[in-house]
């Protein structure tokens, strides 16, 4: 078992590694080894006193780096469930088991919206996690929704599952060329009495399907981790970056604004020490 | 009249007037250009993102140059005083008057503990100001604790008032050399029916004294303020660093624990960014 589950591989998830690290934690670190996107995408960066004025890539090398020396490693995979077990949390990563004492969500925070009659459909026809789910829709007409590159490996799982795919990327020059997987434009809307029977695009066209799958870095915090406490999109934390389960802590721009990087190392590093009081037993 | 005035050179408030530069908000810095004596003394640094292994000299000297490149200047007098004035804020600063609209307090925490006795007989005898209560001493027997080499020019000031000295500094090699000033061991306590009458030394000397001065690098918040809402050594802010005090703002090792430099940042620009809000009159 391990002593923390870290979710994010961004500032907050990385803050909060360097310093359960430093004191010896057993951590699994779940999220892509290229570390924060939204920092790399960062044209220029002034206010993150002691680096100077850096362009987002260099910072984001700088953090790769610091993990790297630190002997720290990511594991590549998307949490998808979080559940409780008392004295510990399970977490479903790409159908893996994984335990953990304490988990820190470090997850950042769902920019996009979703989609008009998304939410009401979660569970009945709606899904956020391909390997879990894609049996359902053996042989069935589906849509997919794809926000990012590393998530193709799903897509290309639920094509070999369903019938036929709609596929919609966030991203431009999709790898996926499959004879079933049909590209559409942007999707407006998911429709239907109880469960999913279809999706409107942006241009109108209603295409029949079973399900939708919406394959996000960012999962809804509520969807991850069953009981949490959110105000919005936002994870509610205290001062110490408590959530309202015991042993479960949130850092960085799931926490609520600012969305800034000084403030995501800020509040990683106060959940390390809160997580380093929870384990030692004195919390 | 200033946007901000902050208080404290330290991570917290290098963070926080980075931010408020960047959005060219009229600021005041007041504190030493050395920047973070405490961050200058860590030997080694290992859990600040971006920066890998550096020693505490290096890291202070990157904010050093981080501040220069910014154009931020530090006015390096310290505040004894801060009144609330309606609207607005005004400072005390080794005896002129400054007026902001809001005030972040980035003091630091005052780690020395304080002397028996003290607390009791503030403003009775003891005294964090020289150069505001100095002319009370004018030819009387004084005790001065100095705590930092920069606060020599305030004991000169004060054996220029007063009849005798007797110094105690919590560093070798003071630069003090006066006919009236007598250096002595380490202070234990002080005593007076109502009003200040000795201090007693560690080796149990008793020296009859009017008045006691201590020149720390912190002065606790509520003798910086009145009326802030602490909680022992430590002021209450909330998620956004907010005081009790309305545009009067906390952030950094003040605020309480974990006492990090990471945590400092983080919350330097959490309270940047609520001050901005506060401006702009949205709060």
């Known amino acids: 078992m391990y002593d923390v589950a870290i979710i ?7 803050s909060a ?3 359960l690290k430093l004191h010896d934690k057993q951590i699994i670190w779940f999220g892509s080894a290229d570390m924060s996107a939204k920092v790399e995408k960062s044209e220029k960066i002034a206010n993150y006193p002691g680096v100077g004025m850096v362009s ?5 090398e ?4 610091q993990a790297a020396e630190m002997g720290l490693a990511c594991v590549d995979k998307k949490v998808t469930t979080i559940s409780s077990m008392g004295e510990s949390y399970a977490l479903l990563a790409d159908n893996e088991m994984y335990e953990a004492k304490t988990v820190l969500l470090a997850t950042g925070v769902v920019t996009g919206k979703t989609f008009a009659g998304e939410a009401e459909r979660l569970g009945r026809g709606v899904s956020y996690c391909a390997t879990c789910d894609g049996f359902l829709y053996r042989k069935k007409t589906i849509a997919v929704y794809c926000a990012d590159r590393r998530y193709e490996h799903e897509v290309e799982y639920l094509a070999g599952m369903a019938e036929k795919v709609y596929l919609n990327t966030l991203y431009k020059d999709s790898g996926i060329d499959l004879e079933n997987v049909e590209h559409v434009g942007p999707i407006r809307e998911v429709r239907g009495d109880t469960f999913v029977e279809s999706i409107v695009l942006h241009d109108g066209r209603e295409i029949p399907v079973s399900g939708l799958f919406c394959l996000r870095n960012a999962v809804a915090p509520t969807q991850l981790i069953p009981g949490i406490t959110v105000d919005g999109a936002h994870i509610v934390v205290d001062r110490l970056q408590r959530t309202n389960l015991s042993g479960c802590y949130a850092a960085g721009d799931c926490t609520g604004r600012p969305y800034q990087l000084t403030k995501a190392v800020g509040e990683g590093n106060v959940a390390a020490h809160s997580i380093l009081e929870y384990l030692s037993g004195a919390e």
Do not use: D, Q, W
């Open 62 to 65: 700088k953090f790769r780096r």
């Open 8 to 14: 994010g591989t961004g500032p907050a998830g990385l």
């Open 17 to 19: 590694a360097l310093t």
């Open 56 to 60: 987002g890539h260099e910072l984001n």
